[in-house]
């Protein structure tokens, strides 16, 4: 079956501009999940979807950062007023449930010129 | 807080030597532990993960880790390497099963040389 898609899978953008990530998840999957990779790291934790709320945005570095899941299916993560320091692989995940275990996508990877 | 140490942000074998990467972690409740692998333009797939009971956990293309609770470690082993695991590892904890957010080590990129 299909997997977790990211779309677009680059981005580049000027500094200031505003974008939006698309996640798709896996079929029926309740539970998505947005991270953050910078080079030479490991995915930092974002946002963490159930259903169509937000459960938990406590990884969301700054007000720019905003995420939608509006049917509880696919999600959008929105940057406004992108920074360089915004250049990164963004990662979004899905699973059947809480604390199940995490099917990643692709990922997208921003860059801010 | 949960946190995760990745000891070699490279580490090179020859194709069928032992592999070994290493892995600690600090948490202040009983972990779950996992292992996932990401090859270049993929997503990151998981290898292996430790809930409960044995420590040894065996997971996909022949790799294997201990959960040594003395140690808080969680190294990554596999007795032959071959030239499809050149990947990049990520070592990562949560707080049981009631969690959901992953906290990942800094990677550890796994050469092989034939």
């Known amino acids: 079956g299909a997997g977790v898609s990211q779309t677009p899978s680059n981005k580049v953008t000027e500094k200031g501009k505003y974008v939006e990530l698309r996640c798709d998840p896996i079929?029926?999957?309740?539970?998505l999940y947005w991270y953050r990779q910078s080079l030479g790291q490991g995915p930092e934790f974002l946002i963490y979807?159930?259903?169509?709320?937000?459960?938990?945005d406590s990884g969301l570095p700054n007000d720019r950062f905003f995420a939608v899941r509006p049917e509880g299916s696919v999600s959008t993560l929105k940057i406004q007023r992108t920074e360089r320091g915004d250049s990164a692989v963004y990662l979004c995940a899905s699973s059947s449930g809480t604390g199940g275990e995490q099917y990643f996508g692709p990922g997208t990877r921003l860059t801010v010129t | 807080a949960q946190s995760v140490t990745q000891l070699g942000s490279h580490v090179s074998v020859s194709e069928g030597a032992l592999v070994l990467l290493r892995c600690n972690y600090s948490?202040?409740?009983?972990?779950?532990l996992f292992w996932y692998v990401q090859y270049p333009n993929q997503g990151l797939q998981l290898l292996l993960k430790y809930t409960t009971g044995a420590t040894l956990v065996k997971g996909i293309n022949g790799f294997e880790a201990e959960f040594k609770k003395s140690e808080t470690s969680f190294h990554l082993t596999k007795p032959s390497a071959h030239m499809s695991d050149a990947a990049e590892y990520f070592c990562a904890v949560t707080k049981g099963d009631s969690s959901y957010k992953l906290i990942f080590g800094s990677g550890t990129r796994l050469l092989v040389r034939p």
């Open positions: 079929s029926g999957h309740t539970a």
């Open positions: 948490s202040s409740v009983p972990p779950y």
């Open positions: 979807f159930q259903g169509t709320g937000a459960a938990d």
